[in-house]
């Protein structure tokens, strides 16, 4: 079965570090992957997303991803942290046979320290 | 635009009493789900909608029933509700790939 998994499940940073978030998949076909943040309180929001072409994917609020093959890896990057970025992010996964049909990662919670 | 909009964002059930949550999204999406999300336990599938008139079964449909009468609308129902529904329900919908979430409804069964 398809699966996605995320492997820090916590993660503490302060202001200004940088980030790195892991992801891998396992579906060894062509994959569509997504990046989604919830903010506390709030209802999940896509940060970004890859389909095909570039693996280097840019999202909104600084954020990217990385789209390498080999490694059934879409690690997510932001170079300085803020404190608005304390969030919980979710990795997803779609096949491209199916592709409204997500796989979930069980998340990271994020917290940035002022 | 609302996009994806659920109601009621809050209820309190006791056990055995019933309820439905309805979601209702004007983006013309074909595909709509509902979600549960626990603590640690991420998203999970409850039941999703691949087009009016269709359901199926996610990964934990046992105890929710769904029906999609209107391409807009996605009913959830809870015929007998129990302590183990009381989560958070996430409605989304999508149109070419990507899901577009609802603001989510707390459930809380006593």
């Known amino acids: 079965a398809q699966s996605v998994s995320q492997h820090n499940h916590h993660v503490i940073l302060s202001e200004a570090a940088s980030l790195e978030l892991g992801c891998n998949y396992s579906?060894?076909?062509?994959?569509?992957l997504f990046w989604y943040v919830q903010y506390p309180g709030q209802h999940l929001q896509l940060l970004l997303k890859?389909?095909?072409?570039d693996p280097l994917v840019k999202g909104i609020k600084g954020f990217e991803a990385e789209f390498i093959k080999s490694k059934f890896s879409f690690n997510l990057r932001k170079p300085s942290v803020q404190w608005s970025d304390t969030a919980e992010y979710f990795c997803?996964?779609?096949?491209?046979?199916?592709?409204?049909?997500?796989?979930w990662g069980l998340g990271t919670s994020l917290a940035v320290n002022p | 635009n609302a996009g994806v909009t659920q109601t009621p964002k809050f209820r309190v059930l006791k056990t055995g009493q019933s309820m439905t949550l309805l979601c209702a999204q004007d983006?013309?999406?074909?595909?709509m789900y509902w979600y549960r999300q626990d603590p640690g336990m991420g998203l999970r599938l409850i039941h999703y909608?691949?087009?009016?008139?269709?359901?199926a079964k996610g990964e934990v449909p046992d105890g929710y029933n769904v029906s999609r009468l209107k391409k807009q609308n996605f009913l959830l129902g809870l015929e007998s509700a129990a302590p183990s529904q009381t989560s958070v329900y996430f409605c989304?919908?999508?149109?070419?790939?990507?899901?577009?979430f609802g603001e989510g409804s707390r459930l809380t069964v006593l």
């Open positions: 989304a919908s999508a149109g070419t790939g990507e899901l577009f």
């Open positions: 983006m013309n999406h074909e595909y």
């Open positions: 909608s691949v087009g009016e008139g269709t359901t």
């Open positions: 579906y060894g076909g062509t994959v569509n």
């Open positions: 890859y389909f095909s072409g």
């Open positions: 997803a996964e779609s096949n491209a046979g199916n592709n409204r049909k997500l796989i």
